[in-house]
């Protein structure tokens, strides 16, 4: 005949259970990671792209002629070399008509310690990007990053892509918790 469990040692033994719950889920929030088997680098990104919104324009339910602007950062490891960039994507609505975003100085980031113009880069090889474009009918391009920028992405409060459209500069702005997203890619590339 077995003893019977004493209720404290059913309550440590549910304590243990929630805290290993606990830690499991922790691991979740790793960025999405993918391997190019034509190349054998492997690509470190988010799930998704953050969402950037036209300033301004945060609501509810966005309008239909609202225009959005995806990013995204990519981690390249190449047996050991590591760079990375800044994958950015423009899905215009209605008639609006933007500059293409290829052109030097085209797109702009501003975080809080202020702006950069972003440098276009191809991707060093992938057959397949980690994001996928939201419009068929949007610019997608790579931009430079390096870990400096990345850490400060992710430690600043205003995140901000600009363009430009018929010579005018458009804004789009970064919900406020794309700041959390971003430190915790940095956080699970070990940064």
């Given at each position: 005949m ?17 805290l ?7 691991s ?14 492997t ?8 969402e ?47 500059d ?8 702009v ?31 997608t ?9 990345l ?17 005018n ?7 406020p918790d ?14």
């Amino acid at each position: 005949m077995q003893p019977t469990p004493r209720p404290y040692t059913l309550l440590l033994i549910c304590i243990s259970l929630a805290l290993f719950s606990g830690c499991a889920s922790e691991s979740s929030i790793k960025p999405a990671e993918s391997l190019d088997e034509r190349t054998g680098m492997t690509m470190g990104s988010l799930e998704k792209p953050l969402e950037l919104v036209q300033s301004g324009q945060f609501a509810i339910t966005p309008e239909p002629h609202v225009s959005f602007a995806y990013l995204g950062p990519v981690e390249w490891d190449n047996m050991g070399a590591i760079t990375y960039g800044l994958w950015v994507h423009l899905a215009p609505a209605g008639d609006w008509r933007f500059d293409d975003i290829k052109a030097p100085g085209a797109v702009v980031l501003a975080l809080d310690d202020g702006a950069m113009p972003l440098k276009l880069t191809q991707p060093p090889g992938p057959a397949r990007g980690p994001y996928r474009p939201v419009a068929s009918w949007g610019q997608t391009a790579y931009f430079e990053l390096d870990l400096d920028t990345l850490k400060r992405m992710a430690a600043s409060r205003k995140i901000e892509l600009g363009f430009k459209a018929a010579g005018n500069d458009v804004r789009f702005d970064a919900a406020p918790d794309a700041r959390e997203t971003l430190m915790r890619y940095v956080h699970a590339r070990g940064y």
